[in-house]
């Protein structure tokens, strides 16, 4: 069960809920587009730049970095997480390992607050490859954090504190709404759901585009028209607090096209088609954690 949900309805201002208690310094491990969102989220947030360092190989990535924000970049983890209260794991999965592996040479006696974005790995292998027990919040964000719009679940182990829970809840909402949820096992049906929802999004704004098309629309006036209908449905869901079957059926008049159209869904079976994607994805989800050692 998904609660204690967060967010800041406009992307772009500070958000005053974004602002970490007793930052210390925050160190990302990886310095690709998500931790380039949440670290433009923090800063409009409050977080000063010279509190935030990242560790990243790529040169040029590094000085980007360094250019866009007026933070701290080095080439080595060590350098990175000097004095840190919190490191961020922002890298692929399939490296995740050395990298904790390289992290837990580096921390000597330190125990940060351990964050990890890194898709499918779980905490306990985390704390495992690390190679002690440390605070651990798993992290499970989409990639709308790109644009201070994104969606992520939160886990933390029993060493967390609340302080913990909260500067990792703060850091992710810096960039959207978050979501703690009660079971590491439900962090599969989490990426099914918002982590791989971006892309059913997209689809079906790619289909309602085709579709207009047929219909004799040109295809720029149909994305535009399909696109600011989507984005204006989510700020009325997000923003009025209603079940989204109570605005569904405020648009649908009996008889009318709305009604004609819904009922060509329900007939192909929309709702059946979405629960086996999403049940597929969650699968997808356990066998590509069950695979990592």
Request: charge should be negative; hydrophobic fraction near 50%; include cysteine.
């Amino acid at each position: 069960m998904l609660v204690q949900l967060q967010h800041a309805r406009d992307p772009m201002p500070p958000n005053p809920q974004s602002r970490i208690p007793n930052p210390g310094s925050i160190a990302f491990i990886g310095g690709g587009n998500m931790a380039r969102s949440l670290i433009g989220a923090l800063i409009r947030g409050g977080v000063a730049a010279a509190s935030i360092a990242v560790a990243e190989p790529d040169a040029g990535a590094r000085d980007a970095l360094v250019r866009d924000f007026a933070i701290d970049a080095h080439a080595a983890t060590a350098a990175a997480i000097r004095d840190a209260g919190t490191i961020v794991l922002a890298v692929k999965p399939q490296v995740l390992q050395s990298v904790c592996a390289e992290l837990g040479h580096a921390l000597g006696d330190a125990s940060p607050l351990i964050v990890s974005i890194a898709a499918g790995i779980r905490i306990e292998q985390i704390e495992r490859w690390i190679g002690r027990p440390l605070p651990i919040v798993r992290a499970m964000p989409n990639t709308p954090a790109l644009v201070g719009a994104g969606a992520t679940g939160l886990i933390a182990n029993v060493r967390a504190s609340a302080d913990d829970r909260a500067r990792a809840e703060a850091l992710l909402g810096a960039a959207g709404r978050t979501a703690w949820i009660e079971r590491e096992a439900l962090m599969d049906a989490v990426t099914a759901l918002s982590g791989s929802g971006p892309a059913y999004f997209f689809l079906l704004v790619e289909a309602l585009e085709d579709a207009a098309v047929a219909q004799g629309l040109p295809r720029e006036t149909a994305r535009m028209l399909a696109s600011q209908t989507c984005l204006g449905a989510g700020r009325m869901l997000a923003e009025s607090g209603e079940a989204p079957s109570t605005l569904r059926e405020r648009v649908t008049s009996p008889g009318g096209t709305t009604a004609a159209a819904l009922a060509a869904f329900e007939e192909g079976g929309f709702r059946e088609l979405v629960s086996d994607a999403v049940a597929a994805a969650t699968e997808r989800g356990r066998e590509l954690s069950a695979r990592t050692p």
